[in-house]
Protein backbone atom coordinates (compact mmCIF):
# COMPACT_ATOMS: atom_id res chain seq x y z
CA UNK A 1 0.00 0.00 0.00
CA UNK A 2 3.12 2.30 1.03
CA UNK A 3 4.27 1.61 -2.71
CA UNK A 4 0.66 2.14 -4.76
CA UNK A 5 0.62 5.63 -2.54
CA UNK A 6 3.89 6.89 -3.47
CA UNK A 7 3.13 5.73 -7.38
CA UNK A 8 0.50 8.54 -7.74
CA UNK A 9 2.90 11.68 -6.84
CA UNK A 10 5.92 9.70 -8.75
CA UNK A 11 3.70 9.17 -11.70
CA UNK A 12 2.73 13.61 -11.36
CA UNK A 13 6.14 14.23 -11.26
CA UNK A 14 7.68 11.64 -13.71
CA UNK A 15 4.65 13.42 -16.40
CA UNK A 16 5.47 16.29 -15.44
CA UNK A 17 9.26 16.60 -15.51
CA UNK A 18 9.15 14.28 -18.47
CA UNK A 19 6.58 16.10 -21.06
CA UNK A 20 8.57 19.47 -20.34
CA UNK A 21 11.66 17.58 -21.51
CA UNK A 22 9.82 15.69 -24.23
CA UNK A 23 8.79 19.05 -25.79
CA UNK A 24 12.38 20.76 -25.47
CA UNK A 25 14.02 17.56 -27.40
CA UNK A 26 11.16 18.22 -29.66
CA UNK A 27 12.17 21.53 -31.26
CA UNK A 28 16.02 19.76 -32.06
CA UNK A 29 14.90 16.23 -33.09
CA UNK A 30 11.88 16.50 -35.57
CA UNK A 31 11.30 12.46 -36.38
CA UNK A 32 10.51 11.72 -32.03
CA UNK A 33 12.82 9.23 -31.62
CA UNK A 34 14.42 11.16 -28.94
CA UNK A 35 11.01 11.36 -27.40
CA UNK A 36 10.26 7.59 -27.78
CA UNK A 37 13.70 7.11 -25.82
CA UNK A 38 12.44 9.09 -23.27
CA UNK A 39 8.91 7.30 -22.92
CA UNK A 40 10.84 3.87 -22.20
CA UNK A 41 12.59 5.66 -19.60
CA UNK A 42 9.13 7.22 -18.48
CA UNK A 43 7.41 4.13 -18.75
CA UNK A 44 9.91 2.08 -16.43
CA UNK A 45 9.92 4.51 -13.67
CA UNK A 46 6.25 3.98 -13.87
CA UNK A 47 6.71 0.26 -13.26
CA UNK A 48 9.22 0.09 -10.76
CA UNK A 49 8.37 2.56 -8.26
CA UNK A 50 4.98 0.55 -7.38
CA UNK A 51 6.34 -2.72 -7.57
CA UNK A 52 5.20 -3.62 -11.22
CA UNK A 53 7.23 -6.38 -12.81
CA UNK A 54 6.90 -6.90 -16.42
CA UNK A 55 7.61 -10.10 -17.79
CA UNK A 56 7.66 -10.44 -22.02
CA UNK A 57 7.01 -13.77 -24.09
CA UNK A 58 8.03 -13.41 -27.57
CA UNK A 59 6.71 -16.54 -29.62
CA UNK A 60 8.54 -16.20 -32.20
CA UNK A 61 11.42 -12.95 -33.16
CA UNK A 62 10.26 -9.91 -34.65
CA UNK A 63 12.99 -8.19 -37.07
CA UNK A 64 13.54 -4.84 -35.25
CA UNK A 65 14.16 -3.60 -39.04
CA UNK A 66 10.62 -4.14 -40.46
CA UNK A 67 7.85 -2.57 -39.43
CA UNK A 68 4.48 -4.24 -38.29
CA UNK A 69 0.84 -3.05 -37.53
CA UNK A 70 0.89 -4.09 -33.25
CA UNK A 71 -2.60 -5.25 -31.98
CA UNK A 72 -3.39 -5.08 -28.51
CA UNK A 73 -6.26 -5.84 -25.98
CA UNK A 74 -6.51 -2.78 -23.57
CA UNK A 75 -7.65 -2.71 -19.86
CA UNK A 76 -5.66 -0.22 -17.65
CA UNK A 77 -3.43 2.58 -18.16
CA UNK A 78 -0.54 0.41 -17.39
CA UNK A 79 -0.72 -1.29 -20.95
CA UNK A 80 0.82 1.77 -22.45
CA UNK A 81 3.94 1.42 -20.13
CA UNK A 82 4.09 -2.11 -20.66
CA UNK A 83 4.10 -1.72 -24.84
CA UNK A 84 6.78 1.04 -24.12
CA UNK A 85 8.98 -0.86 -22.06
CA UNK A 86 8.29 -4.40 -23.68
CA UNK A 87 8.35 -4.02 -27.03
CA UNK A 88 11.96 -3.20 -28.82
CA UNK A 89 11.07 -1.89 -31.93
CA UNK A 90 10.54 1.70 -33.08
CA UNK A 91 6.41 2.49 -32.50
CA UNK A 92 4.38 4.76 -32.72
CA UNK A 93 0.57 4.70 -30.74
CA UNK A 94 -2.25 5.41 -32.50
CA UNK A 95 -4.38 7.24 -29.59
CA UNK A 96 -7.48 9.08 -29.32
CA UNK A 97 -7.78 12.66 -30.32
CA UNK A 98 -8.77 13.83 -26.59
CA UNK A 99 -4.82 13.02 -25.36
CA UNK A 100 -3.57 15.76 -27.68
CA UNK A 101 -5.92 18.06 -25.61
CA UNK A 102 -4.13 17.48 -22.41
CA UNK A 103 -1.72 20.62 -21.86
CA UNK A 104 1.95 19.99 -21.83
CA UNK A 105 1.83 16.06 -21.80
CA UNK A 106 -0.75 16.29 -25.31
CA UNK A 107 2.25 18.85 -26.40
CA UNK A 108 5.01 16.03 -25.31
CA UNK A 109 2.89 13.25 -27.75
CA UNK A 110 3.08 15.60 -31.01
CA UNK A 111 6.85 16.32 -30.26
CA UNK A 112 6.79 12.35 -29.96
CA UNK A 113 5.05 12.36 -33.07
CA UNK A 114 2.39 10.11 -31.63
CA UNK A 115 -0.58 9.51 -34.00
CA UNK A 116 -3.87 10.94 -33.33
CA UNK A 117 -7.46 9.62 -34.49
CA UNK A 118 -10.82 11.22 -33.90
CA UNK A 119 -13.13 8.44 -34.35
CA UNK A 120 -16.14 10.75 -34.55
CA UNK A 121 -14.90 12.28 -37.52
CA UNK A 122 -14.69 10.09 -40.44
CA UNK A 123 -12.68 12.18 -42.66
CA UNK A 124 -10.14 13.40 -40.08
CA UNK A 125 -10.02 9.58 -38.96
CA UNK A 126 -9.20 8.06 -42.87
CA UNK A 127 -6.24 10.82 -42.82
CA UNK A 128 -4.87 9.95 -39.14
CA UNK A 129 -4.81 6.35 -40.84
CA UNK A 130 -3.28 7.89 -44.25
CA UNK A 131 -0.45 9.39 -41.94
CA UNK A 132 0.00 5.96 -40.02
CA UNK A 133 0.44 4.16 -43.36
CA UNK A 134 3.47 7.10 -44.78
CA UNK A 135 5.28 6.30 -40.82
CA UNK A 136 4.88 2.68 -41.83
CA UNK A 137 6.00 3.05 -45.70
CA UNK A 138 8.91 4.66 -43.69
CA UNK A 139 9.91 1.68 -41.85
CA UNK A 140 7.80 2.97 -38.22
CA UNK A 141 5.91 0.29 -36.41
CA UNK A 142 2.38 1.12 -35.07
CA UNK A 143 0.93 0.38 -31.95
CA UNK A 144 -3.17 0.43 -31.91
CA UNK A 145 -6.08 -0.80 -29.35
CA UNK A 146 -8.54 -1.80 -31.68
CA UNK A 147 -11.22 -2.02 -28.74
CA UNK A 148 -11.43 1.51 -28.87
CA UNK A 149 -10.99 2.51 -25.36
CA UNK A 150 -10.24 0.21 -22.07
CA UNK A 151 -12.44 -2.96 -20.88
CA UNK A 152 -14.86 -1.90 -18.64
CA UNK A 153 -15.85 -5.36 -17.91
CA UNK A 154 -12.20 -7.04 -18.33
CA UNK A 155 -13.55 -9.04 -21.28
CA UNK A 156 -12.31 -8.70 -24.77
CA UNK A 157 -14.09 -6.43 -26.58
CA UNK A 158 -14.99 -6.21 -30.50
CA UNK A 159 -12.54 -4.47 -32.44
CA UNK A 160 -13.11 -1.75 -34.19
CA UNK A 161 -11.92 -1.56 -38.61
CA UNK A 162 -9.41 0.96 -38.72
CA UNK A 163 -6.34 -0.65 -38.42
CA UNK A 164 -6.90 -3.80 -40.04
CA UNK A 165 -7.76 -1.35 -43.44
CA UNK A 166 -4.44 0.89 -42.04
CA UNK A 167 -2.67 -2.91 -41.82
CA UNK A 168 -4.15 -4.53 -45.26
CA UNK A 169 -3.52 -1.06 -47.79
CA UNK A 170 0.34 -1.10 -45.97
CA UNK A 171 0.46 -4.82 -46.56
CA UNK A 172 2.31 -5.26 -43.11
CA UNK A 173 1.72 -8.21 -40.77
CA UNK A 174 -0.36 -7.71 -38.04
CA UNK A 175 1.24 -8.81 -34.37
CA UNK A 176 -1.66 -9.62 -31.98
CA UNK A 177 -0.38 -8.74 -28.06
CA UNK A 178 -2.43 -9.91 -25.05
CA UNK A 179 -1.78 -7.56 -22.09
CA UNK A 180 -2.42 -9.86 -18.70
CA UNK A 181 -2.45 -8.74 -15.81
CA UNK A 182 -2.74 -4.88 -16.05
CA UNK A 183 -6.34 -4.56 -14.94
CA UNK A 184 -6.03 -5.24 -11.20
CA UNK A 185 -2.81 -3.39 -10.85
CA UNK A 186 -4.55 0.03 -12.16
CA UNK A 187 -8.36 -0.53 -13.01
CA UNK A 188 -9.91 1.79 -14.79
CA UNK A 189 -11.05 5.14 -12.82
CA UNK A 190 -8.50 4.35 -10.04
CA UNK A 191 -5.63 6.69 -9.01
CA UNK A 192 -3.80 4.05 -7.32
CA UNK A 193 -1.11 1.57 -8.93
CA UNK A 194 -0.61 -1.24 -7.02
CA UNK A 195 2.32 -4.02 -7.32
CA UNK A 196 1.69 -6.56 -9.63
CA UNK A 197 2.96 -8.60 -12.69
CA UNK A 198 1.85 -7.96 -16.22
CA UNK A 199 2.53 -10.10 -18.95
CA UNK A 200 2.74 -9.43 -22.88
CA UNK A 201 1.77 -11.84 -24.52
CA UNK A 202 3.26 -11.17 -28.22
CA UNK A 203 2.03 -13.55 -30.70
CA UNK A 204 3.40 -14.51 -33.92
CA UNK A 205 2.68 -12.04 -37.04
CA UNK A 206 -0.42 -13.08 -39.01
CA UNK A 207 -0.10 -11.61 -43.52
CA UNK A 208 -2.21 -9.25 -44.66
CA UNK A 209 -0.07 -8.74 -48.12
CA UNK A 210 -1.99 -9.98 -51.07
CA UNK A 211 -5.39 -9.58 -48.79
CA UNK A 212 -8.89 -8.20 -50.11
CA UNK A 213 -11.77 -6.29 -49.21
CA UNK A 214 -13.38 -9.34 -49.14
CA UNK A 215 -11.16 -10.53 -46.66
CA UNK A 216 -11.18 -8.26 -44.05
CA UNK A 217 -13.69 -9.54 -41.77
CA UNK A 218 -11.88 -13.09 -41.52
CA UNK A 219 -8.67 -11.09 -40.72
CA UNK A 220 -10.16 -9.56 -37.76
CA UNK A 221 -11.77 -12.57 -36.42
CA UNK A 222 -8.83 -14.35 -36.72
CA UNK A 223 -6.48 -11.43 -34.92
CA UNK A 224 -9.24 -11.29 -32.54
CA UNK A 225 -9.07 -15.21 -31.81
CA UNK A 226 -5.16 -14.62 -31.23
CA UNK A 227 -5.60 -12.56 -28.57
CA UNK A 228 -8.58 -13.82 -26.56
CA UNK A 229 -6.62 -17.26 -27.06
CA UNK A 230 -3.70 -15.49 -25.42
CA UNK A 231 -6.27 -14.36 -22.58
CA UNK A 232 -7.55 -17.57 -22.20
CA UNK A 233 -11.15 -16.03 -23.67
CA UNK A 234 -13.26 -17.99 -25.79
CA UNK A 235 -13.84 -16.20 -29.11
CA UNK A 236 -16.57 -13.59 -29.21
CA UNK A 237 -17.75 -11.23 -30.95
CA UNK A 238 -14.69 -9.86 -33.09
CA UNK A 239 -16.24 -6.70 -34.91
CA UNK A 240 -17.16 -3.46 -33.58
CA UNK A 241 -19.18 -1.56 -36.15
Given at each position: MIRAVLALPSFVVATLLGSMLA???GIFDKTGDSVLALARLWARVLLVVPGVKLEVNMRVPLDPKRPYVFMANHASMVDIW???????????????????????FGWAMRAGRFIFIDRQNAAAAR??????????????????????????????????????????????????????GSRPIMPRGSALIRRGVVRLEVGEPIATAGLRTADREALIARVHGEVA????????????K
Open positions: VLLAMFVGLPVRFRFIAKKQLSRIPLRSIQEAARRIECGQSVIIFPEGTRTRDGKLAPFKKGGFHLAMDSGVEIVPVAIIAMLGEAPGPELN
